[in-house]
Protein backbone atom coordinates (compact mmCIF):
# COMPACT_ATOMS: atom_id res chain seq x y z
CA UNK A 1 0.00 0.00 0.00
CA UNK A 2 2.74 2.13 -0.12
CA UNK A 3 1.32 3.11 -3.56
CA UNK A 4 -1.48 4.00 -2.18
CA UNK A 5 0.31 6.61 0.68
CA UNK A 6 2.60 8.06 -1.72
CA UNK A 7 0.08 8.87 -4.21
CA UNK A 8 -2.59 10.44 -1.66
CA UNK A 9 0.77 12.28 0.06
CA UNK A 10 1.68 13.65 -3.30
CA UNK A 11 -2.31 15.19 -4.10
CA UNK A 12 -2.38 16.34 -0.66
CA UNK A 13 0.72 17.78 -0.72
CA UNK A 14 -0.49 19.69 -3.89
CA UNK A 15 -3.67 20.93 -2.49
CA UNK A 16 -2.26 22.43 0.46
CA UNK A 17 -0.95 24.91 -1.77
CA UNK A 18 -4.33 26.13 -1.65
CA UNK A 19 -5.46 25.13 0.75
CA UNK A 20 -3.86 26.13 4.25
CA UNK A 21 -4.74 24.19 7.10
CA UNK A 22 -6.87 22.17 6.46
CA UNK A 23 -5.27 18.90 6.38
CA UNK A 24 -7.92 16.23 7.84
CA UNK A 25 -10.39 17.53 5.77
CA UNK A 26 -8.14 17.23 2.03
CA UNK A 27 -7.53 13.55 3.70
CA UNK A 28 -10.93 12.92 3.57
CA UNK A 29 -12.07 14.40 0.15
CA UNK A 30 -8.86 11.78 -1.27
CA UNK A 31 -10.25 9.00 0.85
CA UNK A 32 -14.01 9.37 -0.97
CA UNK A 33 -11.65 9.83 -4.18
CA UNK A 34 -10.33 6.36 -3.31
CA UNK A 35 -13.68 4.95 -2.87
CA UNK A 36 -15.50 6.30 -5.64
CA UNK A 37 -17.07 8.00 -3.39
CA UNK A 38 -18.88 11.94 -3.34
CA UNK A 39 -18.50 14.40 -1.10
CA UNK A 40 -20.33 16.84 0.77
CA UNK A 41 -19.00 20.16 2.01
CA UNK A 42 -21.44 21.83 3.90
CA UNK A 43 -19.99 25.27 5.28
CA UNK A 44 -20.24 29.10 5.21
CA UNK A 45 -18.95 31.18 1.79
CA UNK A 46 -15.83 31.94 1.67
CA UNK A 47 -13.83 29.05 3.23
CA UNK A 48 -12.35 27.69 0.23
CA UNK A 49 -15.10 24.88 -1.05
CA UNK A 50 -14.89 25.43 -4.66
CA UNK A 51 -10.91 26.04 -4.93
CA UNK A 52 -10.89 22.64 -2.92
CA UNK A 53 -12.82 20.64 -5.38
CA UNK A 54 -10.78 22.76 -8.04
CA UNK A 55 -7.40 22.35 -6.69
CA UNK A 56 -8.31 17.99 -6.61
CA UNK A 57 -9.13 18.26 -10.21
CA UNK A 58 -6.00 19.59 -11.28
CA UNK A 59 -4.05 17.58 -9.23
CA UNK A 60 -4.85 14.23 -10.96
CA UNK A 61 -5.81 15.76 -14.04
CA UNK A 62 -9.41 15.02 -14.64
CA UNK A 63 -11.69 17.04 -16.58
CA UNK A 64 -14.15 19.29 -14.51
CA UNK A 65 -17.43 20.59 -14.76
CA UNK A 66 -19.21 23.11 -12.34
CA UNK A 67 -22.90 23.48 -11.84
CA UNK A 68 -24.37 26.38 -10.12
CA UNK A 69 -27.49 25.39 -8.48
CA UNK A 70 -30.50 27.83 -8.89
CA UNK A 71 -33.68 27.82 -8.32
CA UNK A 72 -34.73 27.74 -12.03
CA UNK A 73 -32.22 24.84 -12.72
CA UNK A 74 -33.48 22.42 -14.48
CA UNK A 75 -32.67 18.40 -14.68
CA UNK A 76 -31.85 18.76 -18.43
CA UNK A 77 -29.33 21.68 -17.43
CA UNK A 78 -27.30 18.63 -15.12
CA UNK A 79 -27.93 15.67 -17.65
CA UNK A 80 -28.13 16.75 -20.74
CA UNK A 81 -30.41 16.47 -23.68
CA UNK A 82 -31.46 15.29 -26.81
CA UNK A 83 -31.40 18.00 -29.99
CA UNK A 84 -32.69 17.13 -33.39
CA UNK A 85 -30.08 16.91 -35.97
CA UNK A 86 -31.69 18.37 -39.36
CA UNK A 87 -28.83 16.51 -41.68
CA UNK A 88 -29.30 13.21 -40.22
CA UNK A 89 -32.95 13.15 -39.38
CA UNK A 90 -31.65 11.62 -35.70
CA UNK A 91 -31.63 12.92 -32.26
CA UNK A 92 -28.43 13.51 -30.66
CA UNK A 93 -27.49 13.56 -27.47
CA UNK A 94 -25.57 16.52 -26.13
CA UNK A 95 -24.17 15.54 -22.87
CA UNK A 96 -24.57 18.06 -19.81
CA UNK A 97 -22.25 19.30 -17.52
CA UNK A 98 -22.52 16.56 -15.43
CA UNK A 99 -20.60 14.08 -17.47
CA UNK A 100 -16.94 14.89 -16.50
CA UNK A 101 -14.38 13.42 -13.83
CA UNK A 102 -15.38 15.84 -10.89
CA UNK A 103 -18.74 17.58 -11.06
CA UNK A 104 -18.73 20.86 -8.71
CA UNK A 105 -22.42 21.13 -7.60
CA UNK A 106 -22.41 24.21 -5.93
CA UNK A 107 -24.64 25.10 -3.39
CA UNK A 108 -26.83 22.16 -4.25
CA UNK A 109 -29.45 23.19 -2.17
CA UNK A 110 -30.43 26.39 -4.19
CA UNK A 111 -32.40 23.67 -6.36
CA UNK A 112 -35.88 22.39 -6.49
CA UNK A 113 -36.15 18.74 -4.94
CA UNK A 114 -36.92 17.92 -8.31
CA UNK A 115 -33.53 19.39 -10.27
CA UNK A 116 -31.70 17.63 -6.99
CA UNK A 117 -32.84 14.18 -8.32
CA UNK A 118 -31.44 14.29 -11.51
CA UNK A 119 -28.01 13.26 -9.66
CA UNK A 120 -29.43 10.41 -7.85
CA UNK A 121 -28.85 7.98 -10.46
CA UNK A 122 -25.76 9.55 -11.41
CA UNK A 123 -24.14 9.28 -7.96
CA UNK A 124 -25.39 5.84 -7.38
CA UNK A 125 -25.00 3.90 -10.53
CA UNK A 126 -22.62 6.06 -12.78
CA UNK A 127 -24.96 6.77 -15.27
CA UNK A 128 -27.35 9.35 -16.75
CA UNK A 129 -31.46 8.71 -18.78
CA UNK A 130 -32.36 10.54 -21.17
CA UNK A 131 -35.49 10.21 -23.15
CA UNK A 132 -34.85 6.37 -22.51
CA UNK A 133 -31.36 6.12 -23.10
CA UNK A 134 -28.88 5.15 -20.88
CA UNK A 135 -25.10 7.15 -21.05
CA UNK A 136 -22.44 6.17 -18.50
CA UNK A 137 -20.57 8.27 -17.13
CA UNK A 138 -16.72 8.55 -17.66
CA UNK A 139 -14.30 7.07 -14.40
CA UNK A 140 -13.44 8.14 -12.19
CA UNK A 141 -17.07 9.93 -10.90
CA UNK A 142 -16.93 11.79 -8.05
CA UNK A 143 -19.84 14.75 -7.10
CA UNK A 144 -18.41 17.49 -4.89
CA UNK A 145 -21.68 19.31 -3.88
CA UNK A 146 -21.32 22.44 -1.88
CA UNK A 147 -24.01 24.28 0.13
CA UNK A 148 -24.28 27.04 3.25
CA UNK A 149 -26.12 25.47 6.32
CA UNK A 150 -26.67 29.08 7.68
CA UNK A 151 -28.73 30.91 5.09
CA UNK A 152 -32.17 29.11 4.88
CA UNK A 153 -33.64 31.77 2.35
CA UNK A 154 -34.03 30.69 -1.30
CA UNK A 155 -32.84 27.08 -0.32
CA UNK A 156 -34.32 23.35 -0.19
CA UNK A 157 -33.24 20.81 2.23
CA UNK A 158 -31.42 18.31 0.82
CA UNK A 159 -34.05 15.20 1.09
CA UNK A 160 -32.57 12.11 2.92
CA UNK A 161 -32.21 10.23 -0.26
CA UNK A 162 -29.88 12.68 -1.71
CA UNK A 163 -27.98 12.91 1.30
CA UNK A 164 -27.46 9.34 2.19
CA UNK A 165 -25.54 9.24 -1.01
CA UNK A 166 -22.80 11.12 -0.12
CA UNK A 167 -20.12 9.24 1.20
CA UNK A 168 -18.68 11.87 3.31
CA UNK A 169 -19.76 14.67 5.02
CA UNK A 170 -17.05 17.55 5.72
CA UNK A 171 -16.66 21.36 7.12
CA UNK A 172 -13.97 23.22 6.48
CA UNK A 173 -14.35 26.06 9.17
CA UNK A 174 -12.35 29.13 9.71
CA UNK A 175 -8.89 29.02 9.07
CA UNK A 176 -6.45 30.17 12.04
CA UNK A 177 -4.87 32.87 12.70
CA UNK A 178 -1.94 32.21 11.27
CA UNK A 179 -3.08 30.10 8.43
CA UNK A 180 -5.54 33.31 7.62
CA UNK A 181 -2.13 35.37 7.20
CA UNK A 182 -0.25 32.64 5.51
CA UNK A 183 -3.25 32.78 2.94
CA UNK A 184 -2.72 36.73 2.17
CA UNK A 185 0.53 36.11 1.59
CA UNK A 186 0.48 33.40 -0.76
CA UNK A 187 -2.37 35.41 -3.17
CA UNK A 188 -0.09 38.76 -2.78
CA UNK A 189 0.53 38.64 -6.60
CA UNK A 190 -1.41 35.89 -7.59
CA UNK A 191 -4.13 32.79 -6.70
CA UNK A 192 -1.98 29.87 -5.76
CA UNK A 193 -4.74 28.13 -7.73
CA UNK A 194 -3.38 29.30 -10.83
CA UNK A 195 0.44 27.91 -9.86
CA UNK A 196 -0.42 24.20 -9.18
CA UNK A 197 -0.49 21.88 -11.59
CA UNK A 198 -1.08 18.05 -12.04
CA UNK A 199 1.03 15.85 -9.88
CA UNK A 200 -1.13 12.60 -10.51
CA UNK A 201 -3.00 10.57 -13.51
CA UNK A 202 -6.17 8.83 -13.82
CA UNK A 203 -4.51 5.86 -14.46
CA UNK A 204 -2.57 6.40 -11.09
CA UNK A 205 -5.81 6.83 -9.69
CA UNK A 206 -7.67 4.21 -10.93
CA UNK A 207 -4.52 1.69 -9.65
CA UNK A 208 -4.65 2.77 -6.26
CA UNK A 209 -8.41 2.66 -6.31
CA UNK A 210 -8.35 -0.84 -7.48
CA UNK A 211 -5.59 -1.62 -4.37
CA UNK A 212 -8.00 0.06 -1.63
CA UNK A 213 -10.58 -3.15 -2.78
CA UNK A 214 -7.58 -5.49 -1.51
CA UNK A 215 -7.49 -4.13 2.04
CA UNK A 216 -8.11 -6.71 4.70
CA UNK A 217 -11.27 -6.12 7.13
CA UNK A 218 -11.00 -8.75 9.97
CA UNK A 219 -15.12 -10.25 10.33
CA UNK A 220 -14.87 -8.96 13.79
CA UNK A 221 -14.24 -5.54 12.49
CA UNK A 222 -17.14 -5.90 10.25
CA UNK A 223 -19.21 -6.53 13.35
CA UNK A 224 -17.81 -3.56 14.67
CA UNK A 225 -19.05 -1.48 11.84
CA UNK A 226 -22.55 -2.94 12.10
CA UNK A 227 -22.73 -2.30 15.61
CA UNK A 228 -21.91 1.11 15.48
CA UNK A 229 -24.16 1.47 12.42
CA UNK A 230 -27.06 -0.29 14.75
CA UNK A 231 -26.39 1.67 17.51
CA UNK A 232 -27.46 4.99 15.61
CA UNK A 233 -30.72 3.19 14.98
CA UNK A 234 -31.35 2.56 18.76
CA UNK A 235 -30.26 6.00 20.10
CA UNK A 236 -32.83 7.94 21.87
CA UNK A 237 -32.53 11.36 20.62
CA UNK A 238 -32.78 9.82 16.45
CA UNK A 239 -35.55 9.51 14.51
CA UNK A 240 -34.20 7.36 11.75
CA UNK A 241 -30.35 6.06 11.90
CA UNK A 242 -28.19 5.19 9.30
CA UNK A 243 -29.12 2.43 6.40
CA UNK A 244 -26.67 -0.18 5.08
CA UNK A 245 -25.61 2.26 2.38
CA UNK A 246 -24.00 3.82 5.82
CA UNK A 247 -22.42 0.70 6.75
CA UNK A 248 -21.11 0.02 3.57
CA UNK A 249 -19.88 4.09 3.50
CA UNK A 250 -17.74 3.44 6.84
CA UNK A 251 -16.12 -0.15 5.44
CA UNK A 252 -14.87 1.29 2.42
CA UNK A 253 -13.90 4.77 3.97
CA UNK A 254 -12.20 2.74 6.36
CA UNK A 255 -10.24 0.71 3.59
CA UNK A 256 -9.14 3.89 2.17
CA UNK A 257 -7.89 5.61 5.41
CA UNK A 258 -5.85 2.25 6.43
CA UNK A 259 -4.00 2.55 2.53
CA UNK A 260 -3.24 6.15 2.64
CA UNK A 261 -1.34 5.38 6.05
CA UNK A 262 0.45 2.45 3.63
CA UNK A 263 -1.42 -0.63 5.86
CA UNK A 264 -3.55 -3.41 3.88
CA UNK A 265 -5.24 -3.84 6.74
CA UNK A 266 -8.06 -2.01 8.86
CA UNK A 267 -7.28 -1.36 13.00
CA UNK A 268 -10.60 0.07 15.47
CA UNK A 269 -8.92 3.08 14.98
CA UNK A 270 -10.09 3.73 11.39
CA UNK A 271 -13.30 3.00 12.03
CA UNK A 272 -12.94 5.60 14.65
CA UNK A 273 -11.81 8.37 12.69
CA UNK A 274 -14.40 7.99 9.65
CA UNK A 275 -17.60 7.19 11.16
CA UNK A 276 -18.62 10.51 12.06
CA UNK A 277 -17.85 12.05 8.56
CA UNK A 278 -19.36 9.22 6.80
CA UNK A 279 -22.76 8.42 9.47
CA UNK A 280 -23.60 11.66 10.94
CA UNK A 281 -25.22 13.44 7.55
CA UNK A 282 -27.06 10.05 7.41
CA UNK A 283 -29.12 10.50 10.69
CA UNK A 284 -32.25 12.57 11.37
CA UNK A 285 -32.17 13.45 14.93
CA UNK A 286 -35.69 13.48 16.96
CA UNK A 287 -38.20 16.54 17.40
CA UNK A 288 -37.30 16.48 20.75
CA UNK A 289 -33.82 15.99 20.94
CA UNK A 290 -33.73 18.91 18.44
CA UNK A 291 -35.06 21.16 20.84
CA UNK A 292 -32.02 20.59 23.04
CA UNK A 293 -29.93 21.29 20.44
CA UNK A 294 -28.52 17.63 20.30
CA UNK A 295 -26.52 17.87 17.07
CA UNK A 296 -25.89 14.24 14.94
CA UNK A 297 -22.19 14.54 14.97
CA UNK A 298 -22.28 14.26 18.71
CA UNK A 299 -24.70 11.74 18.60
CA UNK A 300 -22.02 9.86 16.32
CA UNK A 301 -19.17 10.58 18.16
CA UNK A 302 -21.19 9.33 21.92
CA UNK A 303 -21.72 6.07 19.95
CA UNK A 304 -18.16 5.47 18.90
CA UNK A 305 -16.93 5.89 22.52
CA UNK A 306 -19.49 3.62 24.16
CA UNK A 307 -19.99 0.77 21.55
CA UNK A 308 -16.97 -1.96 22.63
CA UNK A 309 -15.04 -2.84 19.92
CA UNK A 310 -15.46 -7.00 19.61
CA UNK A 311 -12.16 -8.84 20.13
CA UNK A 312 -10.97 -6.33 22.98
CA UNK A 313 -10.99 -8.17 26.00
CA UNK A 314 -9.30 -8.02 29.47
CA UNK A 315 -5.87 -9.35 29.69
CA UNK A 316 -4.03 -10.87 32.83
CA UNK A 317 -0.61 -9.16 33.26
CA UNK A 318 2.42 -10.98 35.03
CA UNK A 319 0.86 -8.99 38.04
CA UNK A 320 -1.58 -10.72 39.80
CA UNK A 321 -3.45 -7.29 41.09
CA UNK A 322 -3.21 -5.53 37.44
CA UNK A 323 -5.84 -6.08 34.48
CA UNK A 324 -5.67 -4.21 31.40
CA UNK A 325 -7.30 -3.96 28.66
CA UNK A 326 -5.74 -5.00 25.51
CA UNK A 327 -6.73 -3.21 21.82
CA UNK A 328 -8.19 -5.33 18.92
CA UNK A 329 -5.42 -8.03 17.97
CA UNK A 330 -3.60 -8.41 21.04
CA UNK A 331 -2.59 -11.16 22.87
Known sequence: MTNVRALAERIAANVEQVIVGKGREVRLVLVA?????????????????????????????????????TPDLLPSDITGVSVFNQQTSRFEFRPGPVVANIV??????????????????????????????????????????????????????????????????ISLGYPSRRGEIEMLSRQHFE??????????????????????????????LKEYVVALVEATRRHDDVYLGAGPRGSLALYNAARAWAAMQGRDYVIPDDIKELAEATLAHRIIVSPAARMRNVDARAIVR????????????????SEPTTRRRLPFGGA
Open 33 to 69: LLCRGHVLIEDVPGVGKTVLAKAIARSIGSTFKRIQF
Open 104 to 169: LADEINRATPKTQSALLEAMEEGQVTVDGVTYPLPEPFVVLATENPIEYEGTFPLPEAQLDRFLIR
Open 191 to 220: HPLDRIGQVATLDELRTAQAAVRQVYVDDL
Open 302 to 317: EIVQTVPVPGARPIVS
